[in-house]
Structures are given as structure tokens and as C-alpha cells.
């Protein structure tokens, strides 16, 4: 009987890859939040999921023996997202990993990226961070985890290797910055997907973190006179010392046809030397490695496609929906109930000639602007899907919201306590949508900062 394997993230290009390769092999469990309108391949299951829930992602990890974890949120799924993309991954992964051992999943496999050597992990790149954190998050609970670090993998559709593709079909002359001379170990797709599939069900490799790429040590800048030579290009590359990361942004981006929001913390982690270690590196299975040059030329090869991709149902989500993240200091590692709790009382007393607070037996919570009859934002309090650790609210009423049947607030411990993450989820606002924006989300964001600024204070005590 095949082992089952669910994919988060299985519409991205290593998720397709991965389907398109090994879809004989494991009956693929492939997580999509738009549901599903026409699948080509009926071995393949599609199930939707909204990643925010707790509740949708239990139900669709149901039955499965393994997940892949693939997830990375640089785009937003709401037409507003008060928050930065570390704190969404970090949320993401902490429901992730609960919603897995909820189900008894054996083994998650997280694609990661090679740290860099001898810096500590607050010097990093944010978005190495961010990967660091990630893995630390899934890790935390039952399921084993099996991480795996690459650079840049090269392969037809992906993004970061499309960017270099796009410099050099489009520039005759590429002035390098001083960071096209860090070293790195590129990693062809074929060999990340074959290292993936030693990797699954395999004990020897539970719990455990590796650094995958091909012996072949080099610079960024050999990386861009190699394509050239592959798509018969002849360039001149040549590299400077006084162009800046924040214009290699804008150069890349630009020239790259690469969105901004994946291009700026792409091109901060490229500053570090983003090599394997000796004692990460991948031995589990012996490799033959492609060389970066044939890596190239099977990206570059039109014939290389996936089989054909489902179609999805149009969204019919409601459009002005809101999410906001913030992630709160907790140095005293005090739990989501005190940091709760504590919102409520402090809450009031901030603005304690504007708003009151009533609770009543029920849980519920509401705030009136002076002593107005009817709430500003009822919250309910819902105790069968609230612990120590997180605490849920739906919100239920008052009349600066539009919708009341969904939408939800919650505090919730992430990194073993070391934060606390303050998420609001589809809100919907009853104000008109630029008022909105220009009134109560700036109003959020102030209050969420102060009670950030409150609780650095009270670390001090």
C-alpha cells in the first residue's frame, strides 16, 4: 500500500515537481486553499485548506503519513496585511505542526536554506532568520522533522534561477556588485527531488538537519557567466565594489522581472557565504551530482515540463478582508493566557476615557467607545479551542465590523515562548474601505505597538 504524503505549498515549483516525479510512488495529498475545479490526474488528491486555521489544516493533514512543507508567504491571501512575512511563516509553521501531530503524522520534510558559518543568528539576513525559525517551529512538537537547507535550486520554473536566467537574456553588460562574489553551492532539481525521496519515511534521518548542494563551490558571478555560456550568450561580467544591496534590489527586481517582494530578501541573504558544511552535508544516499553547467541546460531545455496542472474554482471570498500579525516580546515567558488576559485589563485603561471593557458570564468580551449602548468589537471566547498556550476569539459582533460569521482573534505562544503572536484573521471592516485604511487600521496598528511597548516595560520589573 502506498504511504500517503501531504504537500503545503504543492501548487509552488517544487511542490509540482515533486507531484509530477513521485505521484506513482506515494499517494500525494496535495493542499491548495482554492478548491479544486478540474484535476487532470485523478491519482493525485487535491484537498482545500485554509493555512491560517487551525481547524482546515487538521482536517486536511486527515489520514496521512508524511507531510512536505513547502510554504513560504511572500504574497498576501487578504486585500490588506498588517504584517511582515517572518511573522506569517511563523504562524503558519506553528499551525502547521500542531494540525500534524493532532493527526500522528510520523514525519514532516521542511525545504529550508543553508545558514551561514560562524554568524550568530540575529546577524543573519531576515529571511535566513526566517527559515532558522521556521525549522525550529515545525520541529517543536511529535512529528519528526527532517530539514533540508539549500542554496538555489536549479530547475525549469524556478524563481531563483529564473532571475539570473532574466539578467542574462536581457543585459549584453552585468556589473556586479561586491556580493556576486560570495560562495555558494548550487543544487539541480533532480537531485533536490531524489534527496527528498531518500529523505521520506526514512528513520535515519528524523530529527535531523542537512545542508544539500553539489560539491561545486562557487561565486554568484561564475553563476551568471556560466548561463551565459549554456544560452550561447556572450556577455561581459565584470564586478565593482561600490553598488550597494538596496540598488542590486532595484537592479534585480528590474532586470531580474522578479517581484520585489521576493527579490529584496532573496538579495539580502546573498551577502553571506551560503555554503555546505562538513558535518551537514547529505550522506544518506550516494549522489551523482549534477554539475551546475548541466543543471542549466536541463532548465533551459523547453521539453522539461510537468504534467498537466488542475484548475482551481474562482475565489468567491469576500474582498476587503483583513489580516494582521504582530509578533510581542516575552522575555518573562509569561503564557498566551496571562498576555489575553492581560489585553483585556490594559486595553481600557490606555484609553480609559475613550473605551470600556464588559465581560459577561459567557466569555463575552466587548469594547464601547464612552458610554455608548452598543459595542465597538464583541469578541466570544472560545474555550474548547483555547489552552495555555493559544487562546481563540471569534469575532461576534459590534458595529465597526461588517461580517460577524467569520473572523477570529488569538494569542499564541511560538519558539517555546519566546514571543507571543497577536494575529487578527478576515476581518471584515463595516467602514467604507480608504476610510478604513486611513482611521481604524492605522488605530490597530498604534494600539498593538503600545501594548508592544508595554510589555518591554514590564520585562524590566
Known sequence: MKKSVAIAGAGGYIGKWFIDQFKDKYHIVALSRREIDVNPDPDVEWRQVELYSITSTTKALEGVDFAIYLIH?????????????????LLLADNFARAAESNGIKQI???????PKEVLEENMSVHLRSRLEVEKTLGNRKPALTALRAGIIVGPGGSSFDMIRNLVKKL?????????????????????????????????????????GSPQVMTYKEMLI???????????????????????????SYF????????????ESLKHTLTVSEELKFE????????????VAVALDPSNKVSKSPTFKRDTAVK??????????????KSSLWVANRYKLWLPIYFRF??????????????????????????????????????????????????????????????????????????VPRLPWLLYLNTQARLHLFVMNSFKKYLVKLREY
Open 73 to 89: 508567504s511572500m504574497s498576501a491571501s487578504t486585500r490588506l496585511n498588517q504584517g511582515n512575512f517572518e511573522d506569517t511563516d
Open 109 to 115: 520534510l521542511y525545504m529550508g536554506g543553508i545558514l
Open 172 to 212: 549584453p553588460i552585468l556589473v556586479c556588485p561586491a556580493w556576486t562574489n560570495s560562495k555558494t553551492q548550487p543544487i539541480s532539481l533532480k537531485d533536490t527531488l531524489t534527496i527528498m525521496d531518500a529523505c521520506l519515511g526514512n528513520e535515519n534521518v528524523y530529527g535531523k538537519s542537512f545542508e544539500i
Open 226 to 252: 556560466q548561463t551565459a555560456e549554456v544560452m550561447g550568450k556572450k556577455r561581459w561580467i565584470f564586478s565593482v565594489p561600490l553598488l550597494s544591496i538596496g540598488f542590486s534590489k532595484l537592479w534585480v
Open 256 to 267: 531580474g522581472n522578479s517581484p520585489t517582494k521576493l527579490v529584496y530578501p532573496l538579495v
Open 284 to 295: 544518506e544516499k550516494e549522489i551523482d551530482y549534477l554539475s551546475y553547467k548541466e543543471s
Open 320 to 333: 476587503n478582508t483583513v489580516r494582521s500579525i504582530q509578533r510581542l516580546p516575552n522575555a518573562r515567558r
Open 354 to 427: 475613550l473605551i470600556k471593557a464588559k465581560e459577561n458570564e459567557n466569555g463575552d468580551l466587548g469594547f464601547y467607545l464612552l458610554n455608548s449602548s452598543k459595542p465597538m468589537l464583541q469578541l466570544t471566547w472560545i474555550p474548547d479551542r483555547s489552552d495555555v498556550e493559544r487562546q481563540l476569539f471569534y469575532i461576534t459582533g459590534g458595529w465597526l465590523v461588517k461580517r460577524f460569521d467569520y473572523g477570529w482573534l488569538e494569542f499564541r505562544e511560538v519558539l517555546g515562548g519566546k514571543y507571543i503572536i497577536s494575529a487578527i484573521h478576515e476581518f
